[in-house]
């Protein structure tokens, strides 16, 4: 199987503009994650899509949001882009396993800066 | 709410040798699972070996292994016999109970440097 595939792989932004993100989850998994990685702040938790509905919620601003399409497809969508954005974005495909036997798959990432 | 602390940013381990990663957590729930995620140079993260909260045995994965103290909350992984290979981050991370909350909370992570 194909794994997780994220597109762009790296963006340049200016503020205040707006990025939409793409994720393809791994076929057959219809759970996906946003993750945003920063060095300071490690890995913090920005959404979660299940069957096209939004299951949980990290704390970012409204400025961040997602969506999930039919085919399990995910986009993230930044707007109004500031500096502190600037970050390796991470999606992560999960299959629904037995009691505590799911496990996570990342994707590359999709490296922001925004100047 | 929870948090992962990993208060080593950086190790160094010799080839061959023994490294221990430490963990510590914060949770009030009983039911929930522990991780430690991979994350080479430049490649995707990927899983190194789960803890199950509800079981007593440490988990193991080859070189790889766990010292789960669930009372002292600690979960470091210990990596034998290291590989130039073992070179990465390592996240530590946490999930509460399956129903319905998928949320993972990430330590910041420890940078491992193998010495040749």
């Known amino acids: 199987k194909a794994g997780v595939t994220q597109t762009p792989r790296y963006l340049i932004k200016t503020r205040g503009q707006q990025v939409t993100l793409s994720c393809s989850p791994i076929?057959?998994?219809?759970?996906v994650s946003w993750y945003q990685q920063t060095p300071g702040q490690g890995l913090q938790f920005l959404f979660e899509?299940?069957?096209?509905?939004?299951?949980n919620k990290g704390n970012f601003p409204g400025r961040f949001s997602g969506r999930q399409f039919s085919n399990s497809r995910s986009e993230m969508n930044v707007s109004t882009l500031e500096l502190g954005d600037s970050a390796l974005y991470l999606c992560a495909s999960r299959s629904l396993g037995e009691r505590g036997q799911e496990t996570q798959y990342f994707g590359p990432g999709t490296r922001l800066l925004v100047l | 709410a929870q948090t992962v602390t990993q208060s080593q940013p950086e190790m160094s381990v010799q080839e061959a040798e023994t490294v221990t990663l430490s963990c510590t957590y914060d949770?009030?729930?009983?039911?929930?699972?522990l991780f430690w995620y991979k994350q080479p140079p430049s490649r995707q993260m990927i899983l190194v070996i789960r803890?199950?909260?509800?079981?007593?045995q440490n988990a193991t994965e080859n070189r790889f292994s766990v010292n789960f103290q669930k009372a002292a909350k600690s979960f470091s992984l210990k990596i034998s016999d290291s590989q130039l290979g073992d070179a990465a981050m390592y996240f530590c991370a946490y999930r509460s109970n399956p129903s319905g909350t998928y949320k993972y909370i990430f330590g910041t992570g420890t940078r491992l440097k193998v010495l040749a």
């Open positions: 949770t009030s729930e009983s039911d929930y699972y």
């Open positions: 899509y299940f069957s096209e509905t939004q299951r």
């Open positions: 076929s057959g998994h219809r759970s």
């Open positions: 803890q199950e909260a509800y079981k007593q």
